[in-house]
């Protein structure tokens, strides 16, 4: 019996697809955790694979398992601006403070709605010393109260730096504003309702034990680790936006155990990261922002150009951060990362959003294909692409012509 054939691994691949197959299953060996893979071309599926692991519960990581898609959420977020802007619910070019008036203080007065879901705000985190600091992020109120008062830590539009924890507060509150509904409620009525996704941003209590809890697989970076790579490029560690990013890392770090052990987190909408799915649900929706799935398009043509194009400096840090900036880093759109090193995304042209610890959803509207790859296992991959996706990647390359 082959090493392959030793661990739990399943589903379906379309004629054409089976070294897709033999190269998510090779990657998935030496994991020991679980994933899922799904792609679809033309709107069609045309892989939908599982293997491995779900350790907390003895159990395969089969088809029916859902996990936290960390900043996977992002995406489903972004399309949701998207389809209030080709509704003509908001301008992208418009104030952001036109739907909001209380963020328009503190120096936020002309950021518009594009530069804040292009992560040139200047709103990364919340200020250790601010009155923002308190903010709890359960408490959608005081979360968007603390933004209401912050002041921007560079020049709004001079750079771009992402909003890890923000991002979700600030889109979901322009949702909000102009649309009535909770940013969970309109991906819930507005995109997973019409595609049938198996995705919540505020799981329902019915869905807990389909549940795979995640868990952390080799070295983690550490505070420390990052204040001395900061110190060592001579950047000021002590300075606002250094401290700032430190102390929103350090937020980061203290919540994830959560994911797994407080149901309170689950329930509450952060969409900066706490949408809970499967593959199927990325790829799929990735699938219905580029083309029509089952008589489901999210976007029109123009609407989806738009989200894809890349912003201005969106790969420039502010200056105080320049000193970390390279060429393989994060590249963004109108709140979807762009093909970079780290996040290949089938050749230019793609995008979509990666999530912490491996997953990763995407689409490339040139090959005609969307792709959601879902894990349980927490790896560290901040140089480059997940070693797990590397082999189905080109697998999938070739199945494609690309």
Same mark, same amino acid.
């Given at each position: 019996?082959?090493?392959?054939?030793?661990?739990?691994?399943?589903?379906? /691949?379309?004629?054409?697809?089976?070294?897709?197959?033999?190269?998510?299953?090779?990657?998935?060996?030496?994991?020991?955790?679980?994933?899922?893979?799904?792609?679809?071309?033309?709107?069609?599926?045309?892989?939908?694979?599982?293997?491995?692991?779900?350790?907390?519960?003895?159990?395969?990581?089969?088809? %029916?398992?859902?996990?936290?898609?960390?900043?996977?959420?992002?995406?489903?977020?972004?399309?949701?601006?998207?389809?209030? /802007?080709?509704?003509?619910?908001?301008?992208?070019?418009?104030?952001?403070?036109?739907?909001?008036?209380?963020?328009?203080?503190?120096?936020?007065?002309?950021?518009? /709605?594009?530069?804040? &879901?292009?992560?040139?705000?200047?709103?990364?985190?919340?200020?250790?010393?601010?009155?923002?600091?308190?903010?709890?992020?359960?408490?959608?109120?005081?979360?968007?109260? =603390?933004?209401?008062? *912050?002041?921007?830590?560079?020049?709004?539009?001079?750079?771009? *730096?992402?909003?890890?924890?923000?991002?979700?507060?600030?889109?979901?509150?322009?949702?909000?504003?102009?649309?009535?509904?909770?940013?969970?409620?309109?991906?819930?009525?507005?995109?997973?309702? @019409?595609? =049938?996704?198996?995705?919540? &941003?505020?799981?329902?209590?019915? %869905?807990?034990?389909?549940?795979?809890?995640?868990?952390?697989?080799?070295?983690?970076?550490?505070?420390?680790? *990052?204040?001395?790579?900061?110190?060592?490029? !001579?950047?000021?560690?002590?300075?606002?936006?250094?401290?700032?990013?430190?102390?929103?890392?350090?937020?980061?770090?203290?919540?994830?155990?959560?994911?797994?052990?407080?149901?309170?987190?689950?329930?509450?909408?952060?969409?900066?990261?706490?949408?809970?799915?499967?593959?199927?649900?990325?790829?799929?929706?990735?699938?219905?922002?580029?083309?029509?799935?089952?008589? /489901?398009?999210?976007? !029109?043509?123009?609407?989806?150009?738009?989200?894809?194009?890349?912003?201005?400096?969106?790969?420039?840090?502010?200056?105080?951060?320049?000193? &970390?900036?390279?060429?393989?880093?994060?590249?963004?759109?109108?709140?979807?990362?762009?093909?970079?090193?780290?996040? @290949? *995304?089938?050749?230019? !042209?793609?995008?979509?959003?990666? !999530?912490?610890?491996?997953?990763?959803?995407?689409?490339?509207?040139?090959?005609?294909?969307?792709?959601?790859?879902?894990?349980?296992?927490?790896?560290?991959?901040?140089?480059? @692409?997940?070693?797990?996706?590397?082999?189905?990647?080109?697998?999938?390359?070739?199945?494609?012509?690309?």
């Amino acid at each position: 019996m082959s090493k392959v054939e030793t661990f739990p691994a399943g589903g379906t /691949v379309a004629s054409g697809f089976e070294g897709v197959r033999r190269a998510f299953f090779e990657a998935q060996q030496d994991d020991p955790g679980g994933a899922q893979l799904c792609v679809y071309r033309q709107g069609e599926k045309v892989v939908d694979l599982w293997a491995g692991w779900d350790p907390a519960h003895e159990r395969p990581y089969g088809p %029916e398992i859902i996990g936290v898609l960390m900043s996977c959420t992002k995406g489903f977020v972004a399309g949701a601006v998207h389809m209030l /802007v080709e509704r003509g619910q908001l301008d992208l070019d418009q104030p952001a403070a036109r739907y909001w008036p209380e963020f328009g203080q503190a120096g936020k007065e002309k950021i518009t /709605v594009a530069q804040l &879901i292009a992560h040139q705000g200047g709103l990364i985190g919340y200020d250790p010393k601010s009155e923002a600091a308190s903010t709890d992020l359960f408490d959608w109120a005081a979360a968007v109260r =603390g933004l209401e008062v *912050m002041a921007p830590l560079w020049p709004p539009g001079e750079g771009a *730096m992402y909003h890890a924890v923000t991002f979700g507060t600030l889109a979901g509150e322009l949702i909000r504003r102009v649309d009535g509904r909770t940013p969970g409620r309109f991906v819930a009525e507005e995109i997973a309702a @019409p595609l =049938g996704l198996d995705l919540w &941003i505020g799981l329902p209590e019915a %869905e807990e034990p389909r549940r795979a809890p995640h868990f952390n697989h080799g070295p983690q970076l550490t505070i420390a680790q *990052m204040r001395a790579w900061f110190a060592g490029l !001579g950047i000021d560690v002590d300075g606002r936006l250094a401290r700032t990013y430190l102390f929103t890392f350090e937020g980061v770090e203290a919540t994830l155990p959560l994911i797994n052990t407080k149901r309170e987190w689950r329930v509450a909408e952060l969409p900066a990261g706490n949408g809970i799915g499967n593959a199927e649900a990325l790829a799929r929706y990735y699938a219905a922002l580029i083309g029509e799935v089952d008589g /489901v398009r999210l976007l !029109g043509r123009e609407a989806m150009e738009r989200g894809r194009q890349a912003q201005d400096g969106s790969r420039r840090p502010p200056a105080e951060f320049a000193a &970390i900036a390279r060429d393989g880093g994060q590249l963004f759109g109108l709140g979807f990362e762009l093909p970079s090193a780290p996040r @290949p *995304m089938l050749g230019p !042209g793609g995008f979509g959003h990666s !999530g912490a610890g491996g997953r990763f959803g995407y689409a490339n509207p040139e090959a005609g294909v969307a792709v959601g790859y879902a894990c349980n296992t927490m790896l560290n991959n901040l140089a480059g @692409p997940d070693v797990r996706w590397v082999g189905w990647t080109k697998a999938l390359e070739a199945a494609l012509g690309l």
